[in-house]
């Protein structure tokens, strides 16, 4: 686990002064960076007592952390249950199926006061059963620190203490709450940015103002592991820009990533426009785009969903033709 490869960009940043990296985490075993955390959050907890031999892990995630969690588990001797949201990935579905996961089904869009929230049904379960434990990814600080103590030492050797902007999407907030902090903690001059869909949760919520310091933090409406004293500021792009780019980058850089690390070399890129020359930026990849080729990787599920205009773009081989008469 860990210790991804670290890859620059040399097509998609042609003319463009600043460097852009990109730090491969699907390298990881579970296939994405949320394996650092489920072993972490695993380890600690057996360690403290919290998880006793033989216990069952439960969590809410949109797949990559089930995966994560799947193989601590069996590594530790847990059974795992997962509560997913229905736009658990079919592949991915089927791969914790085949390694014994138990899945829930639960929504993300209502919140945890609602029966139907997906972290309120992994707490329901473990206050109903002793025997279950509920790991608790947006909350508990073995989220972010599993990144302090690897991903932030990685990028700053990799990058020979080079990194000047650390760019990752933000979902928990562990991933660029842990990174940010060592690599703020090696030089207090790396900016740290977040990255979220408009469509995102986060988007309708006071976040950016606090983060850029022009609201006081008065009541959290976001995961508690979003660290806005780390976080610089949070850039937005739409899905749609997202996706497109996603087809984009795998055409011209031949590098296929989730939609999340697309989301995080897009802003990259527009960083990279106005750096100073040679500067060094580093965008997070949460996991591959081999899980997106049913959707959004998919020209046919694009015209399906009113993103026809990406299908046409890439893939005009497969637009209907017109019948020419006369
Ligand atoms: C694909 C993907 N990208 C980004 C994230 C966000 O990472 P974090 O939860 O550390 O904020 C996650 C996890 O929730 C994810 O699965």
Redesign the pocket.
């Known amino acids: 686990m860990g210790n991804t490869p670290l890859l620059r960009l040399n097509t998609v940043t042609e003319d463009l002064p600043g460097e852009v990296w990109v730090k491969l985490d699907h390298y990881n075993i579970g296939g994405?960076?949320?394996d650092r955390i489920a072993v972490n959050i695993v380890r600690q907890a057996e360690l403290s007592g919290e998880l006793k031999p033989g216990d069952r892990i439960i969590d809410n995630g949109?797949?990559?952390?089930a995966l994560g969690f799947a193989l601590a588990g069996i590594a530790g001797g847990h059974p795992v249950t997962i509560v997913a949201n229905p736009s658990l990935a079919k592949g991915k579905a089927d791969l914790l199926t085949f390694l014994g996961v138990e899945i829930l089904q639960g929504r993300a869009d209502v919140p945890f006061d609602d029966a139907e929230n997906w972290e309120a049904i992994a707490a329901h379960h473990a206050d109903e059963d002793p025997s279950t434990w509920w790991s608790h990814q947006s909350a508990t600080p073995d989220?972010p620190d599993a990144h302090y103590a690897s991903t932030g030492p990685e990028i700053w050797h990799q990058t020979q203490g080079k990194v000047s902007t650390f760019i990752?999407?933000?979902?928990?907030?562990?991933?660029?709450s842990g990174t940010g902090r060592y690599l703020k903690e090696q030089n207090p001059g790396v900016r740290v940015v977040a990255s979220d869909f408009v469509e995102g949760p986060n988007y309708s919520t006071d976040l950016a103002e606090v983060i850029a310091g022009t609201k006081p933090l008065t009541e959290e409406k976001w995961a508690h592991n979003i660290d806005t004293t780390v976080i610089d500021s949070i850039e937005y792009r739409t899905r749609a820009e997202v996706i497109a780019f996603g087809w984009e980058l795998a055409r011209r850089e031949g590098l296929v990533l989730?939609l999340?690390?697309v989301l995080s070399v897009a802003i990259a890129l527009d960083l990279a426009a106005v750096a100073q020359p040679g500067e060094v930026i580093v965008a997070f990849s949460?996991?591959h785009g081999r899980d997106y080729l049913a959707r959004e990787y998919n020209a046919e599920w694009l015209r399906a969903n009113g993103l026809a205009e990406i299908a046409d773009r890439y893939d005009p081989a497969a637009r209907p033709t017109e019948v020419l008469v006369g």
């Open positions: 994405s960076s949320k949109a797949g990559n952390t989220n990752a999407a933000v979902a928990t907030g562990g991933t660029v989730g999340t690390s949460a996991d």
